[in-house]
């Protein structure tokens, strides 16, 4: 259990990390909500989850950086129904062309999964609620 | 094995993120003993535990700051008598009001765990010996 | 698998910070390579990446500094003939003798894991290509 979410986040995280907001949202429910503490409007289904995505690398591009996400300190709880609870922490670096890399956001995230019904009943996120410090 | 390390660390470490002094020190063994490099005297058992928390957490709060601790790259070995010795890093960050965040402390742990008695043979801290880098 | 190769990086990681060249270099395999991004020649066997780790070690005490290595976000695949590829992050951390810790670099890791014949069948680098974010 704790391999295969530590994993699901690894690449999660590295899709995003990638500019790949398809595969990205991929690994979200279609009913997924993604709610953050920068945004005032939660993001609802996989469509807005790629325009989202889509909005923040055009952003960080246009800054001329690059992001990273290192998530961890996972506690995991089984829930009825089959749903993962599961806290975290997520740093997210920024590196400017430069070379100079600094600390961009520390974050919690409170998440419940689900696994999927196509293929490997891969784990996929239903609910995301992300705080991030200072906001 | 990793996931019941891993998942100790990140709920003692949340909790004292989370200013539940008394929830962390529940964490150490009755007669724990916890030095830090920063530190003259070491902590003695949960009482000067709490306290430690306790005034720990007024000056990050006198200082306008979040605190979050990221622990990982564990070596866990397992000792005769049921004790588990634990090698890890922890990075603290700290986030101002004004959103900025930043590397706190780079820190190195050189911990002795044992099971408790009561409920769920959960994992505790008899023996904590922490390096804060450039101390 | 996850445990295994998390307590393989630490250790390795471990090593590197802690002055120790040789050790370090013990970990991957007698013929293997090393790639930087930040370097124009890869590091062939044992030698150079003894070499490579000392001169490192002897920069990073002329400045003053300290080092830590911080290695998560695992994606692991197990592919033909024993081998493991693996994806992995690692922020670097630098503290000065001041006492102030900063990030001092961002990079991405793709490697390919072997196992040893001698002894403990222990993990070994056998390739090893790391991108530094900025560079």
């Known amino acids: 259990m704790y391999a295969e979410v530590a994993g699901f ?7 995003l990390d990638e500019g790949d907001a398809e595969g990205w949202a991929a690994t979200f429910t279609e009913d997924a909500v993604c709610r953050l503490s920068t945004r005032l409007e939660a993001m609802r289904g996989r469509e807005e989850l790629i ?4 909005a923040a690398a055009t952003a960080i591009e246009a800054a001329g950086e690059l992001r990273r996400h290192m998530t961890g300190m ?6 009825p129904g089959g749903f993962l609870h599961v806290r975290a922490n997520t740093i997210v670096y920024a590196t400017a062309a ?12 409170t998440d419940t999964l689900v696994r999927g ?6 784990l996929l996120v239903k609910d995301r609620w ?3 410090d200072g906001t």
């Open 98 to 109: 430069s070379g100079a890399s600094r600390v961009h956001q520390v974050c919690t995230c």
């Open 74 to 79: 996972f506690e995991i709880e089984e829930r």
């Open 117 to 122: 019904t196509k293929g490997g009943r891969e």
């Open 130 to 132: 992300i705080v991030v």
């Open 51 to 54: 325009a989202g995505a889509r």
């Open 9 to 15: 986040y690894a690449r999660q995280m590295r899709r």
